[in-house]
């Protein structure tokens, strides 16, 4: 999975919809005293076990980056939802979906049915157009550290206070985000050696690695059938932040701040794209990205790593390279070519950060639709039990280890996994664990206390992982970034894709670039958007540490 953003992926709204929410919002608006009735559920966590009153139908619909992959297996083998039905006295249905524009679109017709699942998920930019649309319930009767005190372990108090959009009563939770960060470029070390190259430490090394592989047929094939780079851009019409170009002149991540000036960077847009597009160009046309790039979408860009055809590619997922991880990348492709050796690397020597640290603003919310709360609050207090129970030891470590005693044993506080075990029951039969982890789709035990012990692990695979979380990590912005009422920015975006893409695809050169900013930041109303961003992060800093005005 790539780093998800505030606004990760472009709002694609169906037709109507707004119309739809406007008019179910004036209807609810005459009720809305309703919700302060709304009581706490009387335990947490689950404690309560089957002594819930009411047996609840609830309907969920989720989604995450791990499941594109997955299904759930038959009832009688999912022990998850049996120990959800029986814990909380509910029958649970699950719609999933992998992350993306086809998920976001399916729910967009799903809520303009005005069918409301009792909790579903949506990324940054889709979330706050709900918000802003009336269509979202306040949370605050139901989200709290007294009916959510697992939850609260993972996410603090006040970055839900950050997390909310300013203007806009509390109407959305973040679900407990990654705080590290294993963001990587990774390369075909195995290729490098058959040409007697290093990791490269700089981005002139990476270049020429690129081009022995593009040029000199690393497989021995016979062939000129491989590339040094690839990415997808097809699955947000917009330039990939994958091309090492953007770290090379200190563009990471979406947003920065520039603490040695006091600046807002908006990444995607900044003056200097100008280098970023014009390296692009100069990569391409030395033959060395696949010229798939821009029609790819997401994982078809990995699979052709997997399948032997690129040196060089880029990375959040912490399993990528991992021998330990049946399905990473490095065993895919070890199945192609049993030599295979991807290895994270760091070439750029003259920048002081590799990607940002995981904040709540770059993560989806957990949303309630206003409907549900007004009509079915006693859904909305389950779901939140269930949800809290997810963030337990005992939801934690079932969602993501299994069974113990059959999936793992735990001593005190170690948890070994079992991987035959494992493998044979969740992996095999589905990988359908990923559907349950959309709650907690993070790797950090530790923040409960645990220390999971897994016997696949190999040397390689901790020495991949030390370097990983080493790569240093840019502070991510305090607060969850939205728009100033009235301003579009999923237009903006939009336009801003297709300016980035035009000139790095039919411009001659990036000199075009300063004139395609300048309009985004005048006509696509870019100045003003972006200065909301400052005023709201001027907010929670200090007088002393204010941001300059956005140019």
């Not at 009735?37 to 619909?61: C, F, I």
């Not at 203007?167 to 990587?184: D, E, L, V």
């Not at 790819?296 to 990528?320: E, R, W, Y």
């Not at 997810?390 to 996994?417: C, D, R």
Request: proline fraction near 7%; include cysteine.
């Amino acid at each position: 999975m790539r780093e998800a953003r505030t606004e990760e992926d472009d709002m694609k709204t169906v037709k109507g919809l707004g119309a739809v929410v406007l008019a179910g919002t004036l209807v609810l608006s005459a009720c809305g005293a309703k919700n302060e009735g709304a009581k706490p559920p009387e335990t947490s966590g689950g404690d309560s076990g089957s002594a819930q009153n009411e047996k609840l139908s609830l309907r969920w619909m989720v989604s995450s980056p791990g499941m594109a992959n997955s299904t759930l297996p038959p009832a009688d083998q999912d022990f998850v939802k049996k120990t959800i039905e029986e814990k909380f006295n509910v029958d649970l249905k699950i719609d999933y979906m992998g992350s993306g524009s086809d998920y976001t679109n399916k729910l967009n017709v799903i809520l303009t049915t005005g069918d409301y699942p009792d909790m579903f998920v949506a990324d940054g930019a889709t979330s706050q157009k709900y918000a802003v649309d009336g269509l979202l319930a306040d949370q605050t009767k139901f989200v709290t550290q007294q009916t959510m005190p697992n939850y609260f372990k993972w996410v603090t108090p006040e970055e839900i206070k950050n997390y909310q959009l300013k203007g806009i009563t509390y109407a959305r939770s973040p679900i407990p985000f990654q705080r590290n960060n294993y963001t990587s470029f990774y390369i075909r070390k195995d290729w490098l050696d058959k040409f007697n190259l290093p990791l490269p430490k700089s981005y002139d090394e990476l270049i020429n690695a690129m081009r022995k592989f593009t040029h000199d047929d690393p497989d021995g094939n016979g062939k000129k059938d491989t590339y040094g780079f690839t990415a997808a851009a097809g699955s947000s019409n917009r330039l990939p932040l994958d091309f090492p170009a953007w770290i090379n002149n200190g563009l990471v991540g979406d947003f920065m701040i520039d603490e040695e000036n006091l600046e807002f960077v908006e990444t995607q847009t900044s003056p200097k794209l100008q280098n970023v597009i014009q390296q692009i160009k100069d990569m391409i046309a030395e033959g060395l990205v696949d010229p798939d790039w821009v029609v790819n979408k997401s994982p078809q860009h990995l699979d052709k790593a997997a399948q032997g055809k690129i040196g060089v590619i880029f990375s959040g997922d912490k399993t990528f390279a991992l021998d330990s991880a049946a399905n990473s990348i490095q065993n895919r492709t070890k199945m192609v070519d049993p030599n295979a050796d991807w290895q994270p690397i760091f070439p750029f020597d003259n920048q002081p950060y590799g990607w940002k640290q995981g904040t709540p603003g770059g993560t989806p919310p957990f949303l309630f639709a206003k409907t549900v709360a007004e009509k079915n609050p006693e859904k909305i207090e389950r779901t939140v039990q269930i949800l809290d129970w997810l963030a337990s030891e005992e939801g934690y470590l079932m969602t993501h280890y299994g069974l113990e005693g059959k999936h793992y044993k735990k001593e005190g506080n170690k948890i070994t996994i079992d991987p035959a075990a494992f493998d044979a029951d969740i992996v095999k039969n589905g990988n359908w664990l990923e559907v349950y982890k959309f709650f907690t789709p993070l790797d950090e035990p530790s923040v409960l206390g645990l220390e999971v012990i897994d016997p696949r692990m190999t040397d390689r695979d901790r020495a991949i992982l030390k370097f990983v979380e080493s790569i240093p990590k840019h502070k991510g912005e305090p607060v969850t970034l939205a728009p100033p009422e009235g301003m579009n920015i999923a237009d903006f975006r939009k336009e801003m894709g297709r300016l980035q893409l035009k000139a790095v695809v039919e411009d001659k050169d990036a000199s075009n670039w300063p004139a395609y900013r300048e309009e985004l930041m005048t006509k696509y109303k870019g100045r003003e958007i972006f200065q909301g961003y400052v005023d709201q992060i001027n907010a929670v800093r200090p007088a002393d540490k204010q941001l300059k005005p956005f140019q």
